[in-house]
């Protein structure tokens, strides 16, 4: 955790209080006044607006009301943008598999935009320092799975993120007032495939735990060698993603290659759709050629859809933003086994409720598809033959609070507390008992 409050106080120096500078005249933003936040700025109304913020992640969109807390200043002619998130959080586990351990996760996000020649350049990098602050390769989480820790398979464990989350370059072209031609570009970072991933969704941004589906939902929000192209036409946007399939290493400091190496060898479309502010919802399929390091023969088919509604409400602040907000998500994603046909479907239902200024109460609510590797002890290897196969779905209830409080300028810290209860499917009761529970604690530090 120092780490990531160390580079906290970095983005603040680096983005001082009250740093202005005279402003481009960017397609989609209000040029007047440039204040510090990019909540305050004029917020966007339409898909394209919201697209040419890049406020998500990878090219995903969000509905084009969701408000997002940034610092900002400018350098000539470039605007440029910082938000982050950090999660100092305990958490205590019951059942024969529970766990308890102390970790972080964390990210932040720097962004760079100007115009150049006839369409808006951004450029755009996300770190996370939970290669360090979370310890042994993975923390505590049942019923999760997905990527190996010292070569075993993650078995009621989420793996940390790696330092270099995204590196890209993002070019807009306006083709009119109502559509946008976009080119994305990353050695590494988020194909069009699924909603925006959990680590930056609002719906789930006061949770500091993974979403038990994010293997089947959008675990490819860290891939390498990424382009995609899109297309925008008022509120309908379609995109094709060319990309390598292979999830990142467990050398999680570098540009490490996956055991395929790093070549463009799968490829996604997604379809999003946002006919109003408050509405967004997306469509996207894949295919994904070898992602799992210990099954490197299995290519992968994965479908995602989702539903995003945004509210904002209450009164006005004296920076321009709303006193309340709620933001909910419906999400489905499957992944389908080419080799034998097997499939794992998770549903998704997340929901949080901004109110009173600093108050946020939130809800999660998930059906994730399993598999057998839940049968086998933590920290083991695979056994010869083995043989990965679906073996029912586990259900996941989690409630959580936090509030915020000023720790400094631009930086606010909110303690907070989330219970999660699961029902296990008849194959896992006599490993997991039938109703094993899990108690996170936590302190959230974000930029704002």
Same mark, same amino acid.
């Given at each position: 955790m120092p780490?990531? !409050?160390? =580079?906290?106080? !970095? /983005?603040?120096?680096?983005? $001082?209080? @009250?740093?202005?500078?005279?402003?481009?005249?960017?397609?989609?933003?209000?040029? @007047? &006044?440039?204040?510090?936040?990019?909540?305050?700025?004029?917020?966007?109304? %339409?898909?394209? #607006?919201?697209?040419?913020?890049?406020?998500?992640?990878?090219?995903? /969109? #969000?509905?084009a009301s969701t408000p997002t807390p940034m610092l900002m200043s400018h350098h000539g002619q470039w605007m440029l943008m910082l938000h982050g998130t950090a999660f100092l959080s305990d958490t205590q586990q019951s059942g024969p598999r529970g766990a308890d351990k102390l970790f972080s996760t964390n990210w932040l996000m720097p962004m760079a935009t100007r115009h150049l020649g006839p369409g808006q350049l951004t450029l755009r990098t996300?770190?996370?320092? #939970?290669? /360090?602050?979370?310890?042994?390769?993975?923390?505590?989480?049942?019923f999760q799975q997905g990527e190996t820790a010292f070569?075993?398979?993650?078995?009621?464990?989420?793996?940390?993120?790696?330092?270099?989350?995204?590196?890209? =370059?993002?070019?807009?072209?306006?083709?009119?007032?109502?559509?946008?031609?976009?080119?994305?570009?990353?050695?590494?970072?988020?194909?069009?495939? @699924?909603?925006?991933?959990?680590?930056?969704?609002?719906?789930?941004? #006061?949770?500091?735990? =993974? /979403? !038990?589906g994010h293997h089947?939902?959008? &675990?490819?929000?860290?891939?390498?060698?990424?382009? %995609?192209?899109?297309? %925008?036409?008022? @509120?309908?946007?379609? +995109? +094709?993603?060319?990309?390598?399939?292979?999830?990142?290493?467990?050398?999680?400091?570098?540009?490490? $290659?996956?055991?395929?190496?790093? =070549?463009?060898?799968?490829?996604?479309?997604?379809?999003?759709?946002?006919?109003?502010?408050?509405?967004?919802g997306q469509y996207s399929i894949a295919h994904i050629v070898s992602p799992e390091a210990l099954y490197p023969h299995e290519d992968q088919q994965r479908q995602t859809a989702s539903i995003m509604y945004n509210k904002p409400f209450g009164g006005t602040r004296h920076d321009g933003t709303r006193s309340g907000n709620w933001s909910s998500t419906l999400l489905w994603g499957r992944t389908r086994s080419l080799s034998d046909n097997s499939k794992e479907n998770s549903y998704l239902a997340e929901s949080l409720l901004q109110f009173a200024n600093r108050n946020y109460l939130w809800t999660r609510i998930e059906n994730a598809g399993r598999s057998n590797e839940l049968l086998l002890s933590p920290d083991s290897q695979l056994p010869p033959n083995f043989e990965e196969s679906p073996i029912g779905h586990v259900q996941a209830y989690t409630v959580g609070y936090d509030r915020d409080f000023h720790l400094a300028p631009h930086l606010l810290a909110a303690p907070g507390a989330q219970f999660t209860t699961y029902i296990a499917p008849h194959p896992l009761i006599s490993t997991y008992g039938h109703h094993p529970c899990g108690v996170v604690a936590f302190i959230r530090f974000r930029l704002h």
């Amino acid at each position: 955790m120092p780490c990531t !409050l160390a =580079a906290v106080l !970095l /983005a603040l120096f680096l983005f $001082p209080a @009250g740093t202005r500078a005279q402003q481009p005249d960017m397609p989609g933003m209000n040029m @007047g &006044s440039m204040p510090m936040k990019m909540s305050s700025m004029h917020q966007p109304s %339409t898909l394209i #607006e919201a697209e040419l913020h890049h406020a998500s992640s990878g090219t995903s /969109a #969000e509905p084009a009301s969701t408000p997002t807390p940034m610092l900002m200043s400018h350098h000539g002619q470039w605007m440029l943008m910082l938000h982050g998130t950090a999660f100092l959080s305990d958490t205590q586990q019951s059942g024969p598999r529970g766990a308890d351990k102390l970790f972080s996760t964390n990210w932040l996000m720097p962004m760079a935009t100007r115009h150049l020649g006839p369409g808006q350049l951004t450029l755009r990098t996300m770190f996370s320092l #939970e290669p /360090a602050t979370v310890s042994g390769r993975q923390y505590p989480e049942l019923f999760q799975q997905g990527e190996t820790a010292f070569g075993k398979p993650i078995i009621d464990g989420q793996h940390p993120h790696n330092f270099f989350m995204e590196v890209t =370059a993002l070019y807009d072209i306006p083709l009119g007032k109502q559509t946008l031609l976009s080119f994305y570009a990353a050695p590494i970072g988020d194909p069009a495939i @699924g909603p925006t991933a959990y680590p930056h969704r609002l719906s789930a941004s #006061e949770d500091p735990i =993974a /979403a !038990l589906g994010h293997h089947q939902e959008d &675990s490819t929000h860290i891939a390498y060698n990424v382009l %995609t192209a899109g297309i %925008t036409w008022r @509120g309908l946007r379609f +995109e +094709e993603s060319g990309f390598h399939g292979g999830e990142p290493s467990e050398q999680r400091w570098g540009f490490q $290659p996956s055991p395929n190496g790093h =070549a463009i060898d799968s490829y996604s479309s997604r379809i999003t759709f946002s006919p109003s502010p408050n509405w967004s919802g997306q469509y996207s399929i894949a295919h994904i050629v070898s992602p799992e390091a210990l099954y490197p023969h299995e290519d992968q088919q994965r479908q995602t859809a989702s539903i995003m509604y945004n509210k904002p409400f209450g009164g006005t602040r004296h920076d321009g933003t709303r006193s309340g907000n709620w933001s909910s998500t419906l999400l489905w994603g499957r992944t389908r086994s080419l080799s034998d046909n097997s499939k794992e479907n998770s549903y998704l239902a997340e929901s949080l409720l901004q109110f009173a200024n600093r108050n946020y109460l939130w809800t999660r609510i998930e059906n994730a598809g399993r598999s057998n590797e839940l049968l086998l002890s933590p920290d083991s290897q695979l056994p010869p033959n083995f043989e990965e196969s679906p073996i029912g779905h586990v259900q996941a209830y989690t409630v959580g609070y936090d509030r915020d409080f000023h720790l400094a300028p631009h930086l606010l810290a909110a303690p907070g507390a989330q219970f999660t209860t699961y029902i296990a499917p008849h194959p896992l009761i006599s490993t997991y008992g039938h109703h094993p529970c899990g108690v996170v604690a936590f302190i959230r530090f974000r930029l704002h």
